[in-house]
């Protein structure tokens, strides 16, 4: 019967990085709204509240702030819902 064998310092610290990211990945949230009072309703009792924005053209982008987190609501142009074959703005927020 064979022990086990020890990783090495490299092996363990690739190990390390790869469950940071997949753990960061996991905590990530993605909330979709159709309308835009909906989404800052959202931000508003999650306890966020406007930081900057960046808009060019149809794309908007805005920073909203909780501290030392930040959440990001942006439009784009998808289905409405995932029922319907109805395209138009939907905006997302998505956790920095």
């Not at 990211?21 to 306890?47: C, H």
């Not at 149809?58 to 319907?84: I, P, V």
């Amino acid at each position: 019967m064979v022990g086990k064998t020890r990783l090495t310092k490299i092996q363990r610290n690739t190990n390390s990085k790869n469950f940071k990211i997949n753990q960061e990945a996991k905590n990530k949230i993605t909330v979709s709204f159709v309308s835009l009072r909906e989404a800052k309703t959202y931000l508003k009792s999650k306890g966020y509240y406007y930081a900057e924005s960046y808009n060019m053209k149809e794309d908007r982008f805005s920073l909203y702030k909780n501290g030392s987190y930040f959440m990001e609501l942006m439009s784009t142009f998808d289905y409405l819902s995932t029922d319907s074959i109805e395209m138009g703005t939907v905006w997302q927020i998505k956790q920095l």
